[in-house]
């Protein structure tokens, strides 16, 4: 398994406001994905960050919305545009063993949309 | 697309009781993989089932692969507190070869002590 920071852990931001998450392994990975949670749900694939390419998104997820930046193996951000309080939700990075299905979670970015 | 349904919703346990939980599909999957996910954290990989019929421990976790493959279960012994948590299961998405994963919407358990 690979070690996965993100940063923020949490944040409290104005709806209109704009907020970058950033996510790192402590190893070079292939695969890594973006997921959102809202209270009480369960995870919602945001959309997969290619390295080098631009991200694939899900049905009902847009890039002007949720810009996501792979720049190497090892780091990617995702960004939540113009927040509003619809927004507030735990947003989750992950990195995939593609051979075994097995995907490993950060910790989580806990935003707070007022 | 793919739907993964879990019960219980929820669960209010004794320590020390046993506990199953399941999770259910309308298609056949190749994989099954169970997590657990603390209050304010990520969710962490448990076990993970390839095989028909595979019976896979962890500890006191035990999970097994249906062998319709439309189902998973997991079964968790002598519970203790440091249990409770929210347990989903995942499973490839459809149309897999992109290695996306379905989740369920998860099983909340509370262990009294």
């Known amino acids: 398994s690979a070690v996965i920071s993100q940063k923020p852990s949490r944040d409290i931001c104005q709806r209109g406001t704009s907020l970058t998450i950033q996510c790192q392994v402590d190893?070079?990975?292939?695969?890594m994905f973006w997921y959102r949670q809202q209270p009480g749900q369960s995870l919602t694939l945001i959309a997969t960050a290619n390295q080098g390419s631009e991200a694939t998104y899900e049905s009902g997820f847009v890039i002007d919305k949720f810009p996501i930046s792979r720049p190497n193996l090892t780091f990617s951000t995702l960004t939540v545009s113009n927040m509003s309080p619809e927004d507030s939700s735990i947003y989750l990075c992950s990195v995939g063993l593609p051979q075994l299905w097995k995907q490993y979670f950060g910790p989580g970015t806990r935003l707070t949309v007022t | 697309g793919q739907q993964l349904n879990q019960s219980p919703q929820s669960m209010f346990i004794q320590e020390g009781e046993d506990v199953s939980m399941n999770c259910t599909s309308s298609?056949?999957?190749?994989?099954w993989l169970w997590y657990k996910q603390d209050p304010g954290e990520g969710p962490v990989l448990l076990i993970a089932l390839y095989k028909a019929g595979e019976l896979t421990s962890n500890g006191r976790l035990t999970a097994q692969f249906g062998i319709t493959r439309k189902d998973s279960f997991l079964n968790i012994s002598a519970s203790i507190p440091s249990d409770v948590g929210i347990y989903f299961c995942?499973?490839?998405?459809?149309?897999?070869?992109?290695?996306?994963?379905?989740f369920g919407k998860g099983t909340l358990l509370t262990v009294n002590p």
């Open positions: 298609s056949i999957f190749n994989t």
């Open positions: 190893s070079q990975v292939t695969m």
């Open positions: 995942a499973g490839p998405n459809s149309g897999g070869s992109n290695y996306k994963l379905t």
